[in-house]
């Protein structure tokens, strides 16, 4: 059985930076597409980042551009995302998942995988 663990949240000032990583076990997740998503209170939970199983393709919203960066292991057991200049914006939890590829879906899309494995977040907190 597969399990994704996130860690790294936690409480940071505006401007600050943090370092997500979310650990798999159970089997290697190398084929795997994989991304952050984020849900703030009171609103719907959106992707952040996402990256393609070659670890070269990757996708950013917006509002993170520039800011965030998503990273891999070439095992497949991991997966990072470096966020820098926090804003009290990105205030949320942050969840890990991993997804596996069908060939129908981009990457911004990958939350319509069929397969998909999630952690279970992890809290950011961006004072201001």
């Known amino acids: 059985q597969v399990q994704l663990v996130e860690s790294g949240g936690g409480l940071v000032q505006t401007g600050g930076s943090l370092r997500l990583s979310c650990a798999a076990s159970?089997?290697?997740?190398?084929?795997?597409?994989w991304g952050w998503f984020r849900q703030a209170p009171g609103k719907e939970r959106e992707l952040v980042a996402a990256?393609?199983?070659?670890?070269?393709?990757?996708y950013y919203r917006d509002s993170v551009k520039g800011r965030f960066t998503i990273s891999r292991d070439n095992a497949g057991n991991a997966a990072y995302l470096q966020m820098n200049s926090l804003l009290p914006e990105d205030t949320a939890v942050y969840y890990c998942?991993?997804?596996?590829?069908?060939?129908?879906?981009?990457?911004?899309?990958?939350?319509?995988?069929?397969?998909?494995?999630w952690g279970k977040g992890t809290l950011v907190t961006v004072s201001s």
């Open positions: 159970g089997r290697s997740l190398s084929s795997y597409r």
């Open positions: 990256i393609e199983r070659n670890g070269f393709n990757t």
């Open positions: 998942v991993a997804v596996w590829p069908s060939g129908v879906y981009a990457l911004n899309a990958m939350a319509q995988e069929g397969e998909q494995h």
